[in-house]
Structures are given as structure tokens and as C-alpha cells.
């Protein structure tokens, strides 16, 4: 007999009367399901970001005085709004998470799905009408505040028309943020639960894979930080529509407070980006050097410690604002700290790979470019969290520079690169490996030529955020050398993506359950994963990353994925 729990679990996936078409898709709570509906919408978005932010290098390929103009001045704030949305709170924030940390951390650990399967489809309806709310927000209402919403840009007034009906733009925005973050909040309460009350037998919390490891860090700070920022952002939309100051100066508010407030969120919004790329890098490298992960529980308190002390140093971004020398000091000390772990994970993966079997898969090459770009985009940290340096860095190119050496060429190359080592388990189809290669090539040199001459730019004292620039030699040529990166960048993102949409619609089918040789536990399933997962209840009497007890297993056919040796 099953018991009642049981019954209510089977009945909470099968009892929808939606059994075929769109509709059983958005309806399901199949966690698998949930994680290819995220990727579909995310990736959609980040192409239409990717555009975005390509017609804005154009535009600032010569300076003007040559009379070139691609974009008009008063659009520009909205091009550049656009872009930083989508790819912050439409792609980047909730990308790993959302889409792999939903399909394979019950894998991972043995579960059959999440602790809550109806919260996790609510947490996707939440992401979608959000987005869509945000992009209409800027298309139509012309938003111009930035993805921080910093007053005084939120102050403005703005109009959008919806079916003849005005709306104020900036609360709209600001309600679809709102929005956006509840579905962040509710991911994170279902991921640590999950990960608390339903991994299988035997596995303890030092048994579990770095990549579930890194998405529980991440969820606690999902959970912590989004609803200060979400407070911040209401508090916004009622000091518009009510003669209340909390951060507009002429109702006696403080626009100083909204950054302290919208940092203590953003900045741990650094980590909730990254960490799980981190985690993907730690499942790529040992798989694809068939060896041990290099110090598996220092990496693992190493995800923790970035979490905790990353919540702590969020003033960084406002050593100019004037604030006393002794809590810039503080901040300035804490950036520093964080480096330490994060350093450790850099070793490690560096350690793994010595002496190692490697293939250059394509996910082991996103995962390598990971590890450079991160480790520049690291360094370039500690100048500005560097008092003196930041002085003359801040709002510069420099800084945006920084910011994508972090999120793109780490984050978003982790979970490309984490979407290539799990395509054929997530779809049972096999992608183009020649393909996919000269797609990461056009990427890896096209960012780094794109963002270098950036760093040079913000030395030189190029200001972010500008229309243009004035005709000055050094800026004509970085700016050119730029622009040329970004066309190559932009080549190698259509690549990666046709790869992906060309092995969905004409791929080779697969049903090879461990073609990587991987050792840990999603791999040991069907490809692709059925309903629920695994057919047996496990048990788990060996580390995650022991490749010498799983060639054993395979060895002696006691693996699932024997048949792969």
C-alpha cells in the first residue's frame, strides 16, 4: 500500500486535465518541465538582450563629432535600461537556478521532485508575468532609471498607455520587480526545503554535489536579500502616489538610504549570480579531467563563506558618496576578505585539473573561459574596492567592464557551459561538437575584445552611461577595437544558440545515460529522466566525486550507467 503522502504527491503530478500541447507544459509541475520552460524564456530574453546591447556598441563607434548616430540621445537611457533588465533580473539572477538548479538538484539528490512541485510552477508564472511586465514597462512607457532605479531618475514621471489606459511607468516597472521577486523568494524557500528533507538515503550534507551546494548558498540569499530590495522598490511607488519621503529630497527624503537599502540587496545579488556557475564549474572540470574534485569540503564552505561575507560588504559601491573613513574602511576590507574563498575555489578547480585525463569538450571550454574571465573580472574587483583607485574609477567604463568580466564571462559562460555538459541528459539529443566549439571561439575572443578596451577606456577616464564621447585619440581607438569585439561576440552567441536549436529540432537521439563518465548522481538515470526521476529508492555509500569506487561500480554493473564503460 502507499501511504497518503505518497498518493497526494502522485496525484499533485498527474491530476491536471491538461495532458497534451502548450498548456501541459505551463500547467505542469514536473520540476524537469519547469527548468526547459525557464530556459526557453531566459535565453530568449538574453538573445534580445545580447541585440541590445550590440546596437549600443555601434553607436559608439566613432565619437561626436563624425555625426554618426545609431541611437538618438533621449533613447539612449532606454536602450540601455532595456539591456540591463533583462539580462540582470530577467536572465542572469534567476538563470542557473531556475533553469538547471530546477532540473537537476533533485537529481542530484536523489529526490523525485521539489519540496513543493505547485510552487515551483507558481514561481515560474510569477517569472513570466513579471518579465512581461517589465520589458512592456520600458517599450512603452520609455523608462529611463536604469536597473537600479536610483532616485532621482525614479522620481521622474513617465506615462505608459495599456488598451487606452494611462499607467505611471517607473511604479510599473517597479511593481513588476516587485513581482519578479517573489518568484525568486518562493525558488529559494522550495530549494533549501528541498534540499533539507528529501535528499535519498545515506546522503549527508558532505555527499551532496558542489552544484547542489552552490544553489543552497544561493538560496539562502535569495531568500534573505530580495525582500529588502522588494521593500526598497514599494516604498519607491508610495512615495509617488502619496506625499510621503523616504528618498526624494524635496519631501525631505534621502536618496542616499535607497542606495544602502538597494545594495544590501544587490550586492549579494553579485553571488546569487555566480555561485551557481561555480557550482556547474565544479561538476564540469572534475568530469571532463576524470579525477576527484581538489579539496571537495574547503569548496564547498568556500560557497558558504562567499554567501555570508558577500552579504556584509554591499557599501563598495559608495565609497563616494561620503560616507566616514571608517566604515569605508570596513567595506573596503570585507571586499578584500571575500577574495579569499573565492581564491580557493580558483585553486581547486586549478588543482583538479593537474595530471588529469582532459577532454576539451565545449563545456569544458566555457568552463576554463570561466575561470579566466572570473579570475580578471576578480582582480579588477579589488581595484575598486580599493579607497584611492575607486576614487578615480567610479562610474567609469572601468566599471562596467568589471561588472560583465563577472556576470557574463562568468556567469552567463558557467551556464552556457553547464547547459552543453547537460543538453543531451535534459533532451536526449546530441548536439554538433564542431559546432559548438567554433561557437565558444567567436564568444571567448569576442568578449575579451570587447570588454578589455573597456577596462582601458574607464582608466583613461571614459564615463559609463554616455551617448558618446568627445574626439580624443585613445577613446576613437579602444572605442573601434570595442565595437569590432562586439560583432565577433554577438557572431558567437548565434552560433551557440543555432547549435542548441538545431540539435532539438534535428539532433541525434540519445539514450546514453552517462556519456560524460560522470560520477555523481544524476547521471545515473534515464535519458531523459522519467517522471519521477529514478525507478528504485537509493542509497548512497560513496562520495560524490570517488571516480575510483564508481569505475568499480560500472566495473562490476552495479552503476546505472554501466552500459556507458
Known amino acids: 500500500m502507499e501511504s497518503s503522502a505518497t498518493v497526494n504527491y502522485l496525484n499533485s503530478h498527474t491530476s491536471s486535465k491538461w495532458t497534451k500541447g502548450f498548456m501541459s507544459w505551463f500547467m505542469s509541475t514536473d520540476h524537469k518541465r519547469i527548468g526547459i520552460m525557464y530556459a526557453v524564456a531566459m535565453f530568449s530574453f538574453f538573445f534580445a538582450a545580447v541585440l541590445l546591447g550590440f546596437i549600443m556598441k555601434l553607436q559608439k563607434m566613432y565619437p561626436a563629432s563624425s555625426g554618426w548616430e545609431i541611437i538618438p540621445a533621449e533613447m539612449y537611457g532606454?536602450?540601455?535600461?532595456?539591456?540591463?533588465?533583462?539580462?540582470?533580473?530577467?536572465?542572469?539572477?534567476?538563470?542557473?537556478?531556475?533553469?538547471?538548479?530546477?532540473?537537476?538538484?533533485?537529481?542530484?539528490?536523489?529526490?523525485?521532485?521539489?519540496?513543493?512541485?505547485?510552487?515551483?510552477?507558481?514561481?515560474?508564472?510569477?517569472?513570466?508575468?513579471?518579465a512581461i511586465m517589465a520589458v512592456t514597462g520600458v517599450l512603452l512607457g520609455g523608462a529611463d532609471t536604469g536597473w537600479t532605479f536610483t532616485p532621482p531618475y525614479s522620481i521622474n514621471t513617465k506615462t505608459i498607455s495599456i488598451f487606452g489606459i494611462a499607467f505611471d511607468s517607473i511604479s510599473w516597472m517597479l511593481t513588476a520587480a516587485f513581482i519578479l521577486g517573489w518568484g525568486t523568494i518562493l525558488t529559494g524557500i522550495n530549494f533549501i526545503v528541498t534540499v533539507h528533507r528529501m535528499r535519498t538515503k545515506g546522503m549527508t550534507y558532505f555527499k551532496m554535489p558542489l552544484f547542489t551546494w552552490s544553489i543552497y548558498a544561493t538560496s539562502w540569499l535569495q531568500v534573505l536579500a530580495t525582500p529588502v530590495v522588494g521593500i526598497t522598490l514599494l516604498m519607491i511607488v508610495i512615495e509617488r502616489i502619496m506625499p510621503v519621503g523616504f528618498f526624494d529630497p524635496s519631501k525631505g527624503g534621502d536618496p542616499i538610504l535607497f542606495q544602502h537599502l538597494f545594495w544590501i540587496y544587490s550586492h549579494p545579488a553579485v553571488y546569487i549570480m555566480i555561485l551557481p556557475s561555480m557550482g556547474l564549474v565544479s561538476e564540469i572540470i572534475p568530469t571532463n579531467s576524470q579525477k576527484p574534485i581538489f579539496g571537495y569540503k574547503s569548496i564547498a564552505i568556500a560557497t558558504c563563506s562567499i554567501a555570508g561575507v558577500g552579504y556584509l560588504l554591499w557599501a563598495h559601491h559608495m565609497f563616494t558618496t561620503g560616507m566616514s573613513d571608517f566604515a569605508a574602511i570596513l567595506f573596503s576590507f570585507l571586499t578584500f576578505f571575500v577574495a579569499i574563498p573565492t581564491a580557493i575555489k580558483v585553486f581547486n578547480w586549478t588543482a583538479t585539473l593537474y595530471k588529469g585525463s582532459i577532454t576539451l569538450t565545449p563545456a569544458m571550454l566555457f568552463a576554463l573561459s570561466f575561470i579566466f574571465n572570473f579570475s580578471i573580472g576578480g582582480l579588477t574587483g579589488m581595484f575598486l574596492g580599493s579607497l584611492s583607485t575607486d576614487i578615480h574609477l567610479h562610474d567609469t567604463d572601468f566599471v562596467v567592464a568589471?561588472?560583465?568580466?563577472?556576470?557574463?564571462?562568468?556567469?552567463?559562460?558557467?551556464?552556457?557551459?553547464?547547459?552543453?555538459?547537460?543538453?543531451?541528459k535534459m533532451f536526449g539529443k546530441m548536439y554538433s561538437m564542431k559546432w559548438a566549439k567554433i561557437g565558444w571561439g567567436f564568444m571567448f575572443i569576442g568578449f575579451n575584445s570587447l570588454y578589455f578596451p573597456m577596462l582601458l577606456l574607464g582608466y583613461y577616464g571614459m564615463p559609463r552611461r554616455y551617448h558618446t564621447y568627445p574626439d580624443i585619440p585613445i577613446f576613437n581607438q579602444l572605442q573601434m577595437m570595442s565595437t569590432l569585439g562586439s560583432w565577433v561576440l554577438v557572431t558567437g552567441v548565434v552560433v551557440v544558440l543555432w547549435v542548441w536549436i538545431h540539435a532539438l529540432l534535428k539532433g541525434k537521439r540519445t539514450s546514453e545515460a552517462n556519456p560524460w563518465n560522470s560520477s555523481t548522481l544524476e547521471w545515473q538515470t534515464a535519458t531523459p529522466p522519467t517522471l519521477f526521476n529514478f525507478e528504485e529508492e537509493l542509497e548512497i555509500t560513496r562520495d560524490p566525486y570517488d571516480y575510483e569506487a564508481f569505475r568499480v561500480e560500472v566495473k562490476a554493473g552495479t552503476s546505472l550507467g554501466a552500459s556507458n564503460d
Open 78 to 130: 532606454s536602450f540601455f535600461t532595456l539591456h540591463a533588465i533583462i539580462m540582470i533580473f530577467l536572465f542572469i539572477v534567476p538563470g542557473a537556478p531556475a533553469i538547471l538548479g530546477n532540473f537537476f538538484l533533485p537529481l542530484q539528490i536523489g529526490a523525485k521532485d521539489v519540496a513543493f512541485p505547485r510552487v515551483n510552477l507558481l514561481s515560474f508564472w510569477l517569472y513570466f508575468f513579471g
Open 402 to 424: 568589471h561588472f560583465h568580466y563577472t556576470m557574463f564571462g562568468g556567469a552567463a559562460f558557467g551556464l552556457i557551459g553547464g547547459v552543453f555538459h547537460y543538453f543531451s
